[in-house]
Nanobody, 115 residues
Framework: QVQLVESGGDLVQVGGSLRLSCAATESGYSFNYMSWYRQAPGKERELVAS???????SYTDSVKGRFTISRDNARKTVFLQMNDLKPEDTARYYC?????????WGQGTQVTVSS
């Protein structure tokens, strides 16, 4: 059973930056597909960014050029660097990994962008 822990969420002003992290609580895992989702109040959860085993990254249009997904060399931890934050980025952010033929989610970390 993979357990993930996210961190890095905070209250930040418009134009600010945050770096989210997500790691498995136990060692020994290596994830081939890692992604970040977010869910704002009253909205559906949406895919923000993903990173495949071969290094291919993809982003939803609204964050392109502002957010960057990355991982450590061991493919155990995934990061989301968020720059030039906007009020519409306010949401709870979740990481998801694919391992052993199933998805695992973290508990989420809150990002609030104030104007």
């Amino acid at each position: 059973q993979v357990q993930l822990v996210e961190s890095g969420g905070d209250l930040v002003q418009v134009g600010g930056s945050l770096r989210l992290s997500c790691a498995a609580t136990e060692s020994g895992y290596s994830f081939n597909y890692m992604s970040w989702y977010r869910q704002a109040p009253g909205k559906e959860r949406e895919l923000v960014a993903s990173l495949k085993w071969n290094g291919v990254k993809s982003y939803t249009d609204s964050v392109k050029g502002r957010f960057t997904i990355s991982r450590d060399n061991a493919r155990k931890t995934v990061f989301l660097q968020m720059n030039d934050l906007k009020p519409e980025d306010t949401a709870r952010y979740y990481c998801k990994v694919f391992y052993n033929w199933r998805d695992y989610w973290g508990q989420g970390t809150q990002v609030t962008v104030s104007s």
